[in-house]
């Protein structure tokens, strides 16, 4: 049966120049609408996945973006205006603040995509990232198709992009001082590192450019050790290139230290560091010798450990799993996030984490007389946070204190903690001591990292903020009484998915894409990761295994959770005449994850489907 796409509703359109679009102006054209929220790494992943489509297609082809929104922040006009600047999103995109489009669609995770004919039926919705060969394949079908039959009418491209925008910064990302008093940030729009006199407005340096670095991040001071053996002073979480990189302050060279340039579709892996595939790589700091990196993509923190040369480091997996979640205790048994803020204590015995995703304060530390295995000498601790879903702008007691989408973490002379909370626009403090959370400052532009310094006239100390939206370093003084914010909780306002207690099955579409067929030359090329918070939640068909379907067993005694779910499913291009796949294929890696808001009803399905790729 074929399907009506349903209208694209919202609040406004950006990228179009004022106009208001809807399907019959986009009738004749091939559609595909990118289901997103700025929040979110793996949407990130898409955009990078759909530039090369839409390039192929230009005179045929339309992508939508849906900003459907997360957290409260995304829902601003404003700050859904600068993401699509800050992520150079070249489409139209529909702003969606209250979900309409999105339910009207059936979404159920970002990223997802929907495929549109050129009559108006949809033809395809696709979950998750590694969809790009195969879209292709499909938009250039649907083009070939729609010709023959005389319905591909393509008329004008609906894109208009907005005026230029003249600022020296653009989204600048992270910070770090020097001993002179000058600054070294990621300008990370302008993909460069600018280094600024102690005023924060004159450029002493410019690195990089977009042929060298593409939205770089976490900067962090080489060791001695390595300036020493490897002759960089700047370690760069090279974010889009997936790659962390070194800089020499003398000569401005810049090369990679770690990652290949591809991004990491496995989600595990380790050994030489160069020879090694990274995932949006977002901040870094040392633990001891080995380096910290918050690999962002994948939900993990990954370490690289230098050697003697550039090709004698090595980087291995040290903390999570890649499910998305809040979990504490060996590191490699932990959940995370989207970690995106890392900040070395001044002991050097822990590292903070800002974990975005969860809203939540975090640490590793080493733990004495671990196991053998990765990660098995941390432990991971939770210090403020609540879970994917819980955020707001509340202090007091740490365990009911509440963040918005956190950044940046900076640990302060006494101990405690600057988090930059960059969603509520707010420096916020954790007092480890106390166990408190307070407010520093408000009303700041999407701070992302703060550096300390001290007041060269007055010894006191004080931060300079990076304020992300703003385009700019801000000084802020540390108040002697900070404030108490006492806001209300949010919770993501996706709507639930009712479901029965007692067996569920639960089902994951996968149609590959025409032309390929799954890669069972080794057996089954698909595997299912199903958990629940609480723990409790999910009685039994929990766990790894093969496979894209399994009966779930849910609690009773349980009115409302989270099922998360991680499917992988690998497909190569077979032969045109047999199907049968060549020993040398080109193979493609789908993968998405959904954390799925439940309420257990009696009575209720006891079917849950998911479509990878649906058709």
């Given at each position: 049966m074929r399907v009506r796409a349903p209208e694209l509703?919202?609040?406004?359109?950006?990228?179009?120049?004022?106009?208001?679009?809807?399907?019959?102006?986009?009738?004749?054209?091939?559609l595909v609408l990118d289901f997103w929220t700025f929040c979110c790494v793996n949407c990130l992943h898409v955009l990078d996945e759909l530039r090369p489509v839409e390039q192929q297609y230009p005179d045929a082809l339309t992508i939508v973006g849906v900003h459907s929104p997360k957290f409260e922040h995304e829902a601003d006009p404003d700050a859904l205006t600068a993401a699509v600047e800050r992520y150079a999103v070249h489409h139209p995109v529909l702003d969606d603040p209250d979900l309409v489009t999105w339910r009207a669609y059936a979404a159920r995770a970002w990223p997802t995509l929907v495929v549109v004919d050129p009559e108006g039926y949809v033809v395809a919705s696709m979950s998750g990232e590694g969809h790009g060969p195969g879209l292709a394949a499909l938009?250039?079908?649907?083009?070939?198709?729609?010709?023959?039959?005389?319905?591909?009418?393509?008329?004008?491209?609906?894109?208009?992009?907005?005026?230029?925008?003249?600022?020296?910064?653009?989204?600048?990302?992270?910070?770090?001082?020097?001993?002179?008093?000058?600054?070294?940030?990621?300008?990370?729009?302008?993909?460069?590192?600018?280094?600024?006199?102690?005023d924060l407005v004159t450029e002493r340096a410019r690195w990089g450019g977009h042929e060298t670095l593409n939205e770089p991040q976490g900067v962090v001071l080489a060791t001695r050790a390595v300036r020493d053996r490897l002759g960089v002073d700047l370690?760069?979480?090279?974010?889009?290139?997936?790659?962390?990189?070194?800089?020499?302050?003398?000569?401005?060279?810049?090369?990679?230290?770690?990652?290949?340039?591809r991004q990491l579709r496995e989600?595990?892996?380790?050994?030489?560091?160069?020879?090694?595939?990274?995932?949006?790589?977002?901040?870094?700091?040392?633990?001891?010798?080995?380096?910290?990196?918050?690999?962002?993509?994948?939900?993990?923190?990954?370490?690289?450990?230098p050697g003697d040369t550039v090709e004698a480091g090595v980087v291995h997996v040290v903390g999570g799993t890649t499910n998305e979640g809040l979990r504490d205790g060996p590191?490699?048994?932990?959940?995370?996030?989207?970690?995106?803020?890392?900040?070395?204590?001044?002991?050097g015995a822990r590292v903070w984490i800002a974990d975005s995703e969860t809203s939540a304060l975090r640490s590793v530390s080493p733990v004495r007389g671990g196991a053998d295995g990765p990660g098995s000498d941390l432990v991971v601790e939770t210090h403020v946070g609540a879970?994917?879903?819980?955020?707001?702008?509340?202090?007091?007691?740490?365990?009911?204190?509440?963040?918005?989408?956190?950044?940046?973490?900076?640990?302060l002379p006494d101990g405690s903690v600057a988090i930059s909370d960059t969603y509520n626009g707010a420096i916020r403090r954790y007092d480890p001591v106390r166990g408190e959370v307070t407010t520093l400052a408000r009303d700041l532009a999407e701070p992302s990292d703060a550096a300390v310094e001290r007041d060269p006239e007055t010894g006191e100390t004080r931060l300079v903020v990076v304020e992300s939206a703003a385009h700019r370093l801000t000084r802020i003084p540390l108040p002697e009484a900070a404030q108490r914010v006492d806001g209300p909780a949010h919770r993501t306002q996706r709507p639930p998915t009712e479901l029965a207690p007692g067996q569920v099955r639960l089902a994951v579409t996968f149609v590959p894409p025409k032309g390929q067929k799954l890669d069972d030359r080794w057996g089954d090329p698909t595997m299912?990761?199903?958990?629940?918070?609480?723990?409790?939640?999910?009685?039994?068909?929990?766990?790894?295994?093969?496979?894209?379907?399994?009966?779930?067993?849910?609690?009773?005694?349980?009115?409302?959770?989270?099922?998360?779910?991680?499917?992988?499913?690998?497909?190569?291009?077979?032969?045109?005449?047999?199907?049968?796949?060549?020993?040398?294929?080109?193979?493609?890696?789908?993968?998405?994850d959904w954390g799925i808001p439940l309420t257990l009803v009696q009575g209720g399905p006891t079917h849950l489907t998911l479509d990878l790729r649906g058709a």
């Open positions: 509703v919202g609040r406004g359109w950006l990228n179009t120049g004022g106009r208001a679009l809807s399907l019959a102006d986009l009738r004749g054209r091939v938009v250039g079908e649907l083009i070939g198709e729609h010709t023959a039959k005389g319905t591909l009418q393509p008329g004008d491209d609906p894109y208009v992009p907005p005026p230029p925008a003249d600022t020296a910064l653009r989204f600048p990302g992270k910070v770090v001082a020097l001993d002179d008093g000058s600054f070294v940030i990621s300008d990370t729009a302008n993909h460069q590192i600018v280094h600024l006199d102690p370690l760069i979480a090279d974010s889009v290139n997936h790659q962390v990189k070194g800089l020499c302050f003398a000569d401005g060279t810049i090369r990679a230290l770690a990652g290949t340039g989600r595990s892996g380790g050994g030489p560091a160069l020879g090694q595939d990274l995932s949006t790589p977002w901040d870094l700091a040392w633990l001891g010798d080995r380096l910290l990196i918050a690999m962002a993509g994948t939900h993990q923190l990954w370490a690289w450990t590191a490699g048994e932990a959940w995370f996030a989207q970690p995106s803020g890392l900040s070395t204590a001044a002991d879970g994917l879903f819980d955020f707001g702008h509340r202090d007091g007691v740490a365990a009911q204190a509440l963040l918005q989408h956190p950044l940046g973490v900076t640990e299912l990761d199903v958990s629940a918070s609480p723990e409790g939640l999910l009685v039994d068909g929990g766990g790894r295994a093969r496979g894209l379907s399994r009966t779930l067993t849910l609690a009773s005694g349980i009115r409302s959770g989270t099922l998360h779910v991680s499917v992988q499913a690998a497909a190569c291009d077979g032969d045109p005449d047999t199907g049968v796949v060549p020993e040398h294929a080109a193979c493609h890696l789908f993968q998405q």
